[in-house]
């Protein structure tokens, strides 16, 4: 099995980081209480950062993914998270075949 | 159980009945993060990573998400800093939930720095919610550490393995699986109007850096614009 020198500094610096976020709190645990806007922007991180991932694959490849992307975000609200992913492949490949 | 019952069964060793409440909890999580690894990992495998790398990224990394935005713009070589900046602003969540477990796990300073290296969103919610009625103790959290960190890497290698010989992932749709995943969890985050913001703007500015200027400058540009974003639309005085 193979392993590339850059993606395995590549990961051991992904888990460098990870483990850094993981025991940072417990190291500001009495000091860290966040409020009002600064809460918000901090809870708006996960959501922020998985949208900008993807926002090129879904609005700039092509109708068929853009509208696939449509639906899938319409299951999202209704389905378990894998029945979501079902819903959006199964959509993908069928507006592919169509469009 | 109460703590009363649990004071009177006294007899039957506590770390067992630790072990055991923590296996039940994680279970019903552990068979849902299943085929979100084998998924993770037949797609990765598609993106070039080899079932080694798979499995040192899914044991050492062991964060979901990151891994998960690591692969979607996944190109060889690897961009080492803009991977650890995704990963940086993914996982920076997992301060503020160390902040909040703290002072209730009932654990010492050097257990609680090899604990945390488990730490995820599922088992920080299952311990939040355990440390309502008493304290988190190790047992109950490497049982769930265990099972969680064994299922994720051991079902992201499966997922290698089998995925080198799925073939063309655009043919079978798993090229999207990673969006509609995202799209998914991104879902579990509301639709409040101050995240409906978020997630606008976000797209939006990723949509437009990365047409104008390219990969990987997106990530950090579109998920900087939707902080500021959530930043801006929520009310001055937000309670809580």
Redesign the interface.
């Given at each position: 099995m193979s392993l590339d020198t850059t993606t395995l500094l590549a990961i051991l610096t992904m888990a460098v980081v990870t483990y850094f976020t993981r025991i940072a709190g417990l190291f500001v645990a009495d000091r860290l209480v966040l409020t009002g806007r600064a809460k918000a922007a901090f809870d708006a991180i996960p959501p922020a950062v998985l949208v900008a991932v993807i926002a090129p694959t879904a609005l700039t490849t092509g109708w068929a993914e853009a509208i696939a992307a449509a639906i899938t975000a319409v299951a999202a609200f209704r389905l378990p998270l894998l029945g979501t992913v079902a819903v959006g492949v199964i959509a993908v490949v069928a507006l592919r075949n169509l469009i | 159980m109460s703590r009363a019952m649990d004071q009177a069964s006294s007899f039957v060793p506590t770390y067992r009945r630790e072990i055991r409440a923590g296996l039940r909890d994680i279970a019903p999580v552990a068979v849902?993060a299943l085929?979100?690894g084998l998924?993770f990992g037949a797609v990765a495998s598609a993106k070039g990573?080899?079932?080694?790398?798979v499995i040192?990224?899914s044991a050492?990394?062991?964060?979901g998400?990151?891994?998960?935005?690591?692969i979607?713009?996944w190109i060889?070589?690897?961009?080492?800093l803009t991977?650890?900046f995704?990963?940086?602003?993914?996982?920076?969540?997992?301060?503020?939930?160390?902040?909040?477990?703290?002072?209730k796990v009932r654990m010492s300073?050097v257990q609680?720095?090899l604990a945390?290296?488990f730490?995820t969103d599922e088992a920080w919610a299952l311990s939040e919610r355990r440390a309502l009625e008493r304290p988190v103790t190790g047992a109950y959290w490497f049982a769930m550490a265990v099972v969680l960190w064994s299922n994720w890497t051991l079902s992201s290698t499966i997922g290698a393995i089998l995925g080198s010989f799925l073939g063309d992932p655009e043919r079978?749709?798993?090229d999207?699986?990673?969006?509609?995943?995202?799209?998914?969890?991104?879902?579990g985050?509301g639709?409040s109007r101050?995240?409906l913001v978020?997630?606008a703007v976000?797209?939006?500015?990723?949509?437009l850096v990365?047409?104008f200027i390219g990969?990987p400058w997106?990530?950090?540009?579109?998920?900087?614009?939707?902080?500021?974003?959530?930043?801006?639309?929520?009310?001055?005085?937000?309670?809580?």
């Amino acid at each position: 099995m193979s392993l590339d020198t850059t993606t395995l500094l590549a990961i051991l610096t992904m888990a460098v980081v990870t483990y850094f976020t993981r025991i940072a709190g417990l190291f500001v645990a009495d000091r860290l209480v966040l409020t009002g806007r600064a809460k918000a922007a901090f809870d708006a991180i996960p959501p922020a950062v998985l949208v900008a991932v993807i926002a090129p694959t879904a609005l700039t490849t092509g109708w068929a993914e853009a509208i696939a992307a449509a639906i899938t975000a319409v299951a999202a609200f209704r389905l378990p998270l894998l029945g979501t992913v079902a819903v959006g492949v199964i959509a993908v490949v069928a507006l592919r075949n169509l469009i | 159980m109460s703590r009363a019952m649990d004071q009177a069964s006294s007899f039957v060793p506590t770390y067992r009945r630790e072990i055991r409440a923590g296996l039940r909890d994680i279970a019903p999580v552990a068979v849902a993060a299943l085929p979100i690894g084998l998924l993770f990992g037949a797609v990765a495998s598609a993106k070039g990573m080899s079932p080694l790398e798979v499995i040192l990224m899914s044991a050492l990394v062991f964060a979901g998400g990151a891994q998960f935005a690591a692969i979607e713009s996944w190109i060889q070589p690897a961009p080492i800093l803009t991977l650890a900046f995704a990963t940086l602003l993914i996982n920076a969540r997992h301060v503020l939930m160390g902040a909040s477990l703290t002072p209730k796990v009932r654990m010492s300073r050097v257990q609680t720095l090899l604990a945390y290296f488990f730490l995820t969103d599922e088992a920080w919610a299952l311990s939040e919610r355990r440390a309502l009625e008493r304290p988190v103790t190790g047992a109950y959290w490497f049982a769930m550490a265990v099972v969680l960190w064994s299922n994720w890497t051991l079902s992201s290698t499966i997922g290698a393995i089998l995925g080198s010989f799925l073939g063309d992932p655009e043919r079978i749709g798993a090229d999207f699986a990673f969006t509609a995943l995202f799209i998914g969890l991104v879902a579990g985050f509301g639709r409040s109007r101050v995240t409906l913001v978020t997630v606008a703007v976000s797209a939006g500015v990723a949509a437009l850096v990365h047409y104008f200027i390219g990969a990987p400058w997106h990530v950090a540009s579109g998920a900087l614009a939707g902080i500021a974003a959530a930043y801006i639309a929520a009310p001055e005085e937000a309670r809580s």
